[in-house]
């Protein structure tokens, strides 16, 4: 079934009596694309958006299937989540609504549940810090079963009104159909590249297959294509979402705002009571989209230039070249009782063999990469900019402690084909999806900018920048180049890493991220799966 309405159209799962008696004490609606969880222990609700990422599931779908199972629901006859708060929370309206004190605002948090968001909205939807995401992912589910009969693409009512509707959804549909046949060719290929080793099983095996094969033809895919996001956040972090999404010019974000706002209403009504007061959110969410759009025009007139000059995949734009010395400066300052500058002055003093043994009593002995130093690698910052398919800066993008700005979604800087698909024979139906995803964003620009992007294949690269400090580095590159990354990821994060150590020079903090990962690996998710069994059977 169809939900159509101001807010676009979404496919509604159907239950059984049976299943709507159960699902209604733990959501806050049955049918719409986005609901909270409620009257669950926390450790279910993130166990259930952890199984989340890996699944092709709707959540409810999810809960039903593998964790209703587990739990005694039989005390929660009289529940009936769907309906919404009938009073205010008195004391929150007083403290928060009257008085305007935004930290109690930090003290409620949702468990919301945003499904077939397309993959423009995604990004809008995981902007924030102060937020946790998991996000349903291209690397292990495939994306050529349908949902409701219709493959699984965002349908902008704007768009399909308007004479290009037809072309959309029919363009659309060959660069899934492109997909779908892509996949098994590639899956094939891999089998013969990749045979079978000694030891492992079957299941083993085939993850790793799919995934290398899920990997290669992901790029096909169009930004339209739809996602499933668990969000946890806090009041204020939700009412802040809400502001910058009803300043969005994706009409999209614009209307699932509308939808968020009416679940979380009904379990922190009193957290989100000025995001729609014409004089309260509106005049924010009016700021917002007045400094863009003044923006836009500003940026059109002092740039009209539309040709970018040639640049590296990844360049670092910025840093401190005393950086290193003012981070030993830092890792020393807590143990004393001396001024920074007095401290640093020492600092520029020391012999290469006491600045060794001064980070190494600081890195201490990691055993793995979840061992981190402290926050003095905090006194030092990198911005790079970086152009990379549209897929590895999805991944990148969640990294929530960093600041990452991107420019719109389009084939201007060309696209990146995966080796896989080349040797597998596949090139030409790679190409021709990509000048099909091309076409149709050049036809959509004028008249839809916003929508344009929807169009547009993951293969095809984004110019974005990223400034972290050391210890988000740290975090990040550690992450994103184990041997399981993806390719285009785990490139990216290798190029940033040897710059810190090469180009800042900043050779002792490239050295405290051991467990960056230079080597190369052929079938990455092949070591991960063997983990994940001997997780399984016990034996680690």
């Not at 239950?15 to 969880?37: H, Q, S």
């Not at 092709?56 to 199972?69: A, I, N």
């Not at 297959?209 to 939700?238: E, M, T």
Request: aromatic content about 8%.
């Amino acid at each position: 079934m169809i939900l159509a309405g101001s807010n676009g159209t979404y496919i509604r799962e159907e239950w059984t009596p049976e299943e709507a008696d159960i699902l209604r004490r733990y959501v806050t609606n049955l049918d719409g694309p986005v609901f909270a969880l409620v009257n669950l222990p926390e450790v279910v609700k993130g166990a259930l958006f952890a199984r989340y990422s890996r699944t092709h599931k709707s959540l409810r779908r999810l809960f039903l299937d593998e964790f209703v199972g587990e739990l005694d629901v039989e005390g929660d006859d009289g529940i009936d989540a769907t309906v919404g708060l009938e009073r205010a929370e008195q004391l929150y309206d007083r403290v928060f609504f009257e008085y305007g004190d935004d930290s109690v605002a930090q003290l409620g948090g949702v468990h919301l549940a945003c499904e077939q968001s397309s993959n423009l909205l995604t990004k809008i939807l995981e902007w924030g810090r102060l937020m946790s995401y998991l996000e349903q992912s291209t690397r292990y589910i495939a994306y050529d079963a349908r949902l409701g009969g219709r493959y699984r693409y965002h349908r902008d009512p704007a768009v399909l009104a308007s004479p290009f509707g037809t072309r959309y959804v029919g363009d659309m549909d060959r660069l899934f159909d492109a997909y779908a046949e892509l996949l098994p060719t590639v899956q094939d290929w891999c089998r013969e590249r990749y045979p079978k080793e000694a030891g492992d099983s079957d299941f083993v095996y085939r993850q790793s297959i799919r995934a290398k094969a899920l990997d290669a033809v992901r790029g096909v895919l169009p930004a339209a294509s739809l996602s499933n996001v668990g969000i946890y956040g806090s009041g204020q972090g939700f009412e802040a979402l809400l502001l910058r999404m009803r300043a969005s010019p994706l009409p999209e974000a614009r209307s699932y705002a509308d939808l968020m706002l009416a679940e979380l209403r009904k379990v922190i009504p009193s957290f989100l009571k000025r995001v729609d007061l014409p004089e309260r959110g509106g005049a924010w969410s009016g700021y917002l989209e007045d400094r863009r759009s003044a923006m836009d025009e500003l940026a059109a007139r002092l740039l009209p230039t539309t040709t970018p000059a040639p640049a590296p995949e990844v360049t670092l734009v910025d840093f401190d070249p005393g950086g290193e010395d003012k981070v030993l400066a830092a890792m020393l300052y807590p143990h004393v009782s001396l001024p920074e500058s007095q401290v640093l002055d020492v600092v520029k003093r020391l012999t290469g063999e006491e600045r060794a043994s001064l980070v190494a009593a600081y890195v201490g002995e990691r055993s793995n990469r979840r061992h981190k130093p402290g926050r003095a690698l905090e006194r030092v910052a990198y911005r790079f900019d970086v152009c990379s398919d549209y897929g590895a800066f999805r991944d990148l993008q969640r990294h929530r402690m960093m600041t990452v700005e991107w420019q719109a979604l389009g084939p201007t800087h060309g696209y990146v084909m995966p080796e896989a698909v080349v040797e597998a024979g596949c090139a030409g139906r790679f190409e021709e999806a990509m000048e099909r995803s091309a076409a149709l964003h050049d036809a959509l620009l004028e008249r839809f900018p916003a929508q344009a992007g929807y169009a547009v294949s993951l293969a095809y690269r984004v110019r974005y920048s990223m400034q972290l400090n050391a210890r988000e580095a740290l975090h990040m590159l550690e992450l994103r180049t184990t041997p399981q990354g993806h390719p285009a990821y785990r490139r990216v994060c290798q190029q940033m890493h040897r710059l810190i150590a090469d180009q800042a020079g900043h050779r002792a903090i490239a050295g405290m991220m051991g467990f960056v990962d230079h080597g190369e690996t052929e079938l990455e998710r092949l070591e991960g799966e063997r983990r994940a069994e001997r997780r399984r059977s016990g034996a680690e």
